[in-house]
């Protein structure tokens, strides 16, 4: 679709487990292209084809943004895995086998464009508080449950990376000490109960199933509420572990709501519901939060990543509240000023 002459926006993008997302996105957050999906087939899983699908995508999506004369000013890049934001670089990523991989500058250098780089949920973190669900609450987490489950712990609208980027891990909290090997390395993480593969592999395993149906996650819920015995176990063991995680994380954060989002989110009541029972189950002391649904789908990263390109650049605020920056958050955030 052209658009105006001129037009000013940045380019977002979300590197998921399995595609990348991206859209141009303008100063206020709005889509002006529609998100786009672009599957990641690099052969094997080679890690260096992975960056050279990233930054090929890239370059072939400002030469069409070019065509249709938009100017784009900034690239804003959320991925997954341990993203150090201040050196640019993806540390680690047990999904594309990456290890201090300095992402923003390899696209910058390819596109020469200023880069800003993100982990892909707390840039849906920032996009939620700011354009969805998360806007009215000062301290709320936002819990993707997708490829796997991840988890952006939202403080007075920014999210908290903790003092080496590693904050917000909830995927990798062992929940099942002993059970299924993740590829952090951990044995019983929530991402090996809660993860829509993790679903498939759970359900084929107990059918005693080599391959074949169900092909995903969906399939399985939609398995379950059909009376499936199998699948409905796999399905409360998932959200018996999820209810178990978010347990923590309302005990640790106090937190007014939950975000429920990501692929497996389109259940709706049939992961939020007893959802909302178990976790009220599973608090004492505490104070149950709201648990919802988040606003934006699995559009999330991606306009977070183009908020946190316009950050960059000036015309946005800051978004990320580190353990350094923690020290001189307002007091209205509960937070003692050192």
Sequence with gaps: MSRPPGESAVLGLDIGGTAIKSALVAPDGR?????AHHPIRAAGRDPEAIVGTVLDRAAELLGTAAA????????????????DESAGVAVFSASFGWRDVPLRRLLAERTGLP????HDVRAGGVAEARLGAGRGHEVFLFVPVGTGVGAAVMLGGRPFTGGHWRAGELGHVVVRPGGDRCGCG?????????????????????????GGAPADAVTVVRLATEGDRIAARVWADAVA??????????TLFDPSAVLVGGGLARSGDLLLHPLREQLAERLTFQVMPEVL???????????????????????GTDTALTGKTLRSVSNAHGLRKT
């Excluded at 880069?115 to 993100?118: H, S």
């Excluded at 951990?186 to 080599?210: E, F, H, I, M, N």
Aim: proline share 2%.
């Design 31 to 35: 889509a002006l292209s529609t998100v």
């Design 68 to 83: 249709q004369g938009v100017a784009v000013r900034a690239l804003g890049v959320a991925a997954c895995g341990v993203i």
């Design 115 to 118: 880069v800003a780089l993100g």
């Design 186 to 210: 951990q044995r019983g993480c929530l991402s090996t109960l809660a993860g829509g593969p993790a679903l498939v592999k759970r359900y084929r395993r107990l059918a005693g199933l080599d």
């Design 241 to 250: 572990a999820l209810a178990d995680s978010l347990a923590l994380g309302v």
């Design 293 to 315: 649904p988040a606003a934006l789908g699995d559009e999330a990263g991606c306009l977070g990543a183009g908020l946190l390109a316009w950050d960059l650049l000036g015309d």
